[in-house]
C-alpha cells in the first residue's frame, strides 16, 4: 500500500524559510503527479504547488516566486518556502497520483499532513 511521509513544519517567524520533505513508501509501480495542498480550519484544502513526471509545475498564484516544488530520484517531493508569510499559516499536506497493481490504474495518496506556523 501506497503511503506518505511528511516532515519539516515547524514554526517560524515571517520572512523566513521552510522545507517541507514527503517520501513516497509501498513501491508502487510509478507515480505521476506529486503536489503540496494546505487547508486551514474552516476553510477547504488549496493547491499549493504541482509537479508533473516530467518536471512541470504550477502554483497557486499566491506563492508565486516564494515557493519551489520539486522531485528527486528516490520519490521524494520537496516545498522550499521562502519569505513565509503569517497568511501561510496552515496544514500542509502531501499529495501523489501513484500507478498500483494489479491493474495499474492511478490511485490519489494523502499525507497525514504537517503543520506550518508563521508568526508575525
Known amino acids: 500500500q501506497v503511503q506518505l511521509v511528511e516532515s519539516g513544519g515547524g514554526l517560524v517567524q515571517a520572512g523566513g524559510s521552510l522545507r517541507l520533505s514527503c517520501v513516497v513508501s509501498?513501491?508502487?509501480?510509478?507515480?505521476?503527479?506529486m503536489a503540496w495542498y494546505r487547508q486551514t480550519p474552516g476553510n477547504q484544502r488549496d493547491l499549493v504547488a504541482r509537479?508533473?513526471?516530467?518536471?512541470?509545475t504550477n502554483y497557486a498564484d499566491s506563492v508565486k516566486g516564494r515557493f519551489t516544488i520539486s522531485r528527486d530520484n528516490t520519490n521524494t517531493v520537496y516545498l522550499q518556502m521562502n519569505n513565509l508569510k503569517p497568511e501561510d499559516t496552515a496544514v500542509y499536506y502531501c499529495?501523489?497520483?501513484?500507478?498500483?497493481?494489479?491493474?495499474?490504474?492511478?490511485?490519489?495518496?494523502w499525507g497525514q499532513g504537517t503543520l506550518v506556523t508563521v508568526s508575525s
Open positions: 509537479i508533473s513526471s516530467t518536471g512541470s
Open positions: 509501498g513501491s508502487p509501480f510509478s507515480i505521476n503527479a
Open positions: 499529495n501523489v497520483i501513484a500507478i498500483v497493481r494489479p491493474f495499474y490504474r492511478n490511485q490519489e495518496v
